[in-house]
């Protein structure tokens, strides 16, 4: 750990650091409003009502549509992508911007070591809500943004971070994410993407721990039930269900489904349990929150 003289440093040269990226452009991403964590005070952007209707997912009571079963069976493969503290990315040869220990984004076990996520998990960020990822310096010595396939190995996924019935926090299964495999492929760029989880230091893979849910390339139609297990902030897993307010193209929409920063990349699931989209993005407040159809998706994957 750094001692509280070293932090202050740190945080001193961090901050002379984050000026040099003035001339640096920021990757881009297809949404303005995608559900990644935000360091200042969450906006409820994403909230669909006047109150969060998430709950925890082994405390959940039954009133969100789908039955205590279906969240029991289903949620297993709901897994959060968080990053490793500052000491670790520093040993890695990063310098660790603002997001170390951060829970980031939210995923799901399609394989027994293949994780489906949103694209935009592992951009580089240098932004106006303070959110600086991991970075080097060049050649030239100015800060440089890393590439998705450095930020996306620095990440760690937890399996199982959620409250028992007594409302204690469990202990994760966690893996080191082993390599990117699929980011925006194709044309369009599609904002997915899909990784490869090492395996654990007993020798197991991820699948050993929770069933992957299944795939299903379908086509979405409104009025559909749908249900997203999701790490809203970050936090321990929670379920939340609605339905499907319209599809446009590979765009599924939904006004009714709350989700927070965080909870990119999460799957939003048919009633049947089976993978139809990807959560990307929240503006419930505006006009509805959004995700990518599994169909879409399937188009370009070679993976699925």
Known sequence: MLSSKHHR???????????????VVVAATEFDRIDLPHLNPLKPESLCGIRDSMQDVELYDGTLGVSKEFVSENARSTVRFR???????IDEGYVPGTVAGMGWCTGTLVHEAMVLTAAHCFDALNDDAGRTTPFRYGNDGKPRLSDPRELAKLQLVDIGYQRDPSRQVREPMTFQVKRLVEHRPGANHLDFAIVELEKDADGKLAGDYAAPSPVAPRTVVSGEPIVIFQHPDGKPKMVEAGTVKAVNGG?????????????????IMSAEGDVIGVHLAGNCQVSHNEGISAQ???????EL
């Open 9 to 23: 440093i740190a945080a001193a040269c961090l901050l002379i650091t984050l000026a040099g990226f003035a001339s």
């Open 83 to 89: 990053w490793p503290d500052d000491q670790k990315i």
């Open 251 to 267: 765009e599924i929409r939904y006004d009714d489904v709350d989700t927070w920063g965080g909870s990119s990349g999460a799957a």
């Open 296 to 302: 879409a998706i399937a188009e370009v994957s070679d």
